[in-house]
């Protein structure tokens, strides 16, 4: 039954209402979080991270990766980001570091609470440069965790046992060397298999030679004619490979679309998206998205796709960039929020500078300290 206004003073006490000063029991004082005037103090360093296998993929091949860490630090607190640039988008060391330096003079006004604000300032401060700009996000996020005293995933309201398993990559090499990573990768109950090169066959032999696990494939554009590649995806299909990523190039929207229509297994998109907005066209063509937080440019665009992504009926992998154990832990406090992590990018170095996320016979273990909650220097 509905109380008046009247009733419920009289049964709540007299003035709770007319004094205007309902509280509630638990909230934060807001002077819990105040910070003092002024914006972020701002450091940034490139540190080499030393691949333990050269990494092929269909584009390229790499020993190392040369990543950029941030820290932004005020009343007494510092957030940590790290920039894993990517020649594929149009991205360098040289230029990562460029943006950090353009974006210098909003950190350092800024309100740090307005953090949605500042994302956007940073946006439009350049071009892409998503990688510089997801760091200096994840650092604002970390910072903003720290203050709260809380992880990030609580911040957006998720379920830590939620996170699903996440898949090991493989890279394109010999079969010598494939058989050597899958050994390695025994812990690891989801494997994901790159492709696209001339040597496909060969690839999935070699894998099932030593394994009957669960796979996933990963095309990174390489298959450029449609009916070559849904040979290629009812091939994989019919080996154990649950789903494919970019069989096609970005840009083959339509032949995308055709071979989606007569695929037994779901196709995500990887990079055909970007940012949130990509996505409601892309829906046509691909029955998922590969998020990234270096592509998306931060956390709070992750975030949006990651909602944009579930209203469309999508499924959402969440990737990485090969990074430190700072990127990949930023990343998986949104793993509770999606279907396919592949949250691996730390195992594949041999100097990881943090500790952060562990990897339990595949389950994702998210830490519980503050903010991305992770230990470590650069
Ligand atoms: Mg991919």
């Not at 800024?110 to 200096?136: E, M, R, S, Y």
């Not at 975030?303 to 969440?318: D, E, G, H, Y």
Request: glycine share 8%; hydrophobic share 40%.
């Amino acid at each position: 039954m509905l109380m008046s206004r009247k009733e419920f003073i009289k049964k709540t006490g007299k003035g709770a209402l007319s004094a205007g000063a309902l509280t509630f029991a638990g909230c934060a004082d807001s002077d819990s979080i105040k910070t003092s005037p002024g914006g972020f103090g701002l450091a940034y360093k490139s540190k080499r991270l030393e691949l333990k296998h050269a990494w092929t993929i269909a584009r390229n091949t790499s020993q190392y990766k040369e990543n950029v860490f941030v820290r932004l630090e005020k009343d007494g607190v510092f957030g940590l980001g790290e920039a894993a640039h990517n020649v594929r988008y149009g991205e360098s060391l040289e230029s990562t570091i460029e943006t950090i330096k353009l974006a210098e003079p909003v950190l350092k006004t800024c309100n740090p609470w307005h953090f949605v604000d500042i994302h956007l300032k940073i946006k439009v401060l350049c071009k892409g440069q998503t990688a510089a700009k997801a760091a200096l996000d994840m650092a604002i996020l970390d910072w903003i965790g720290k203050k709260l005293g809380i992880p990030l995933y609580q911040f957006w309201g998720l379920d830590k046992q939620k996170a699903p398993q996440t898949t090991f990559s493989i890279g394109i090499d010999t079969p010598e060397i494939i058989r050597k990573k899958i050994q390695e990768a025994e812990p690891y109950p989801l494997l994901k298999i790159k492709m696209g090169k001339e040597n496909d066959k060969e690839i999935l032999e070699t894998v099932r030679s030593v394994t009957d696990k669960t796979l996933r494939v990963d095309a990174n554009e390489g298959w450029k004619d449609k009916e070559m590649a849904i040979r290629k995806v009812e091939w994989l299909a019919e080996n154990g490979v649950d789903l494919v990523e970019q069989p096609m190039p970005a840009e083959m929207l339509e032949e995308t679309a055709w071979v989606r229509e007569r695929a037994s297994i779901p196709i995500i998109a990887d990079e055909a998206v970007k940012s949130a907005g990509d996505i409601p066209v892309l829906a046509q063509a691909y029955d998922g998205i590969n998020i990234k937080i270096d592509k998306a440019g931060g956390l709070q665009e992750s975030l949006r796709m990651i909602w944009m992504a579930r209203s469309l009926n999508m499924k959402i992998m969440l990737g990485c960039m090969v990074a430190s154990s700072l990127s990949i832990t930023a990343a998986a406090h949104l793993s509770p929020a999606i279907d396919y992590p592949d949250l691996d990018g730390h195992l594949l170095i041999s100097n990881d500078p943090f500790q952060g996320a562990k990897v339990k016979e595949g389950w994702l273990v998210l830490p519980d300290k503050p903010g991305i909650g992770v230990e470590g220097e650069f």
